[in-house]
């Protein structure tokens, strides 16, 4: 579900990890599995790039299925705590775009989508061709509930990597769940296998175009039913 080619954050490839951080990275990384939902991540998720360069910390066992989740406030703290040696190093080096894309990361992962956005978008200002943040941050934009606005970054992205597999994907998803364009949806999956033919999610994508055909006659900005 994640490209590979995310630069490691400077903040997190020399440093030792406190108990603190390595509970919020615990926590966050649970929280990526629950946020993911059907979309794919445009770039590296923030916590498994945390979890490549903190191989001298052991995060804490995952808490058990019942355990409460922490609320909204909670889980803000949490992200500022783990974004907080980026934050520092961001400091004196604020046209650092990879520290401004593995904070976004973070809020993102932490479902502070509006947060991951504005640190998405001093990303983009500075390396504006990065299709993984770009994605990303059109994947916040609509869960912020704003489809045109996701679609139109999504097509952004395109236009400088027009064959990007995680990219057409979630336009796909958009395209269907946001403004129920079948057809749209359809030519953007269609798209990815016909470009991305070793795509490892082969079959959730061949699902999907078998599903949102079901909708086929549907009047487009119709939103569809939720996906089970």
Wanted: proline share 6%; aromatic share 8%; hydrophobic share 40%.
């Amino acid at each position: 579900m994640t490209d590979t080619n995310r630069a490691t954050s400077p903040a997190t490839s020399n440093e030792q990890w406190t108990s603190v951080q390595a509970y919020v990275l615990a926590v966050i990384c649970l929280l990526v599995g629950i946020a993911g939902g059907w979309f794919v991540r445009g770039s590296q998720s923030s916590a498994a790039a945390a979890t490549e360069t903190s191989a001298t910390v052991q995060a804490p066992a995952m808490a058990n299925p019942g355990t409460q989740m922490p609320s909204p406030g909670e889980l803000h703290k949490m992200a500022d705590t783990q974004v907080g040696p980026l934050v520092e190093k961001l400091k004196t080096d604020p046209n650092n775009a990879g520290l401004l894309e593995n904070i976004g990361n973070v809020y993102y992962d932490a479902q502070l989508y509006p947060t991951a956005i504005d640190y998405y978008q001093r990303a983009l200002k500075i390396e504006p061709a990065n299709t993984g943040v770009r994605t990303d941050m059109a994947t916040a934009i609509w869960y912020t509930g704003n489809a045109d606005g996701a679609i139109a970054e999504f097509q952004k992205s395109l236009s400088y990597e027009p064959n990007k597999a995680n990219t057409l994907f979630n336009l796909g998803v958009v395209e269907w769940q946001g403004k129920m364009d079948i057809d749209k949806a359809v030519a953007a999956w269609q798209k990815l296998l016909a470009t991305n033919p070793n795509y490892e999610e082969k079959a959730k994508v061949e699902q999907l175009i078998a599903q949102a055909k079901q909708h086929t006659g549907v009047k487009p900005g119709t939103p569809a039913k939720p996906l089970q």
